[in-house]
Nanobody
Framework: QVQLVESGGGSVQSGGSLRLSCAAS????????MGWFRQAPGKDRELISA???????TYADSVKGRFTISRDNAKNTLYLQLNSLKPEDTAIYYC????????????????WGQGTQVTVSS
């Protein structure tokens, strides 16, 4: 059974940093595309970053240059480093494991973590 467990969320002031972790079990993250989504109140869930099996990374424009996705295959854990946080980064952040090869295409029925809240105050 696939389980993704996020941790590391919290409340910070604008300009602060956080590191989110996503520990996976029942699923080898090195073999699949992994990603981070976020959902702000009243908005749709959006993909903000993904990393493929070759460590290729993609970022949404809204987080490019501030967030860094990484993966530790030995620990089977995905990370997201959040720097220069802004109030508009406030959201629930979800780790996701894509079903199927590669990071391209739709994320149809991915495996989801439970989410971790990030709150940024001005």
């Amino acid at each position: 059974q696939v389980q993704l467990v996020e941790s590391g969320g919290g409340s910070v002031q604008s300009g602060g940093s956080l590191r989110l972790s996503c520990a996976a079990s029942g699923y080898t993250i090195s073999s699949y595309c992994m990603g981070w989504f976020r959902q702000a109140p009243g908005k749709d869930r959006e993909l903000i970053s993904a990393i493929n099996t070759s460590f290729g990374r993609t970022y949404a424009d809204s987080v490019k240059g501030r967030f860094t996705i990484s993966r530790d295959n030995a620990k089977n854990t995905l990370y997201l480093q959040l720097n220069s946080l802004k109030p508009e980064d406030t959201a629930i952040y979800y780790c996701a494991a894509k079903v199927g090869p590669g990071c391209s295409g739709q994320w149809s029925n991915p495996y989801w973590g439970q989410g971790t809240q990030v709150t940024v105050s001005s």
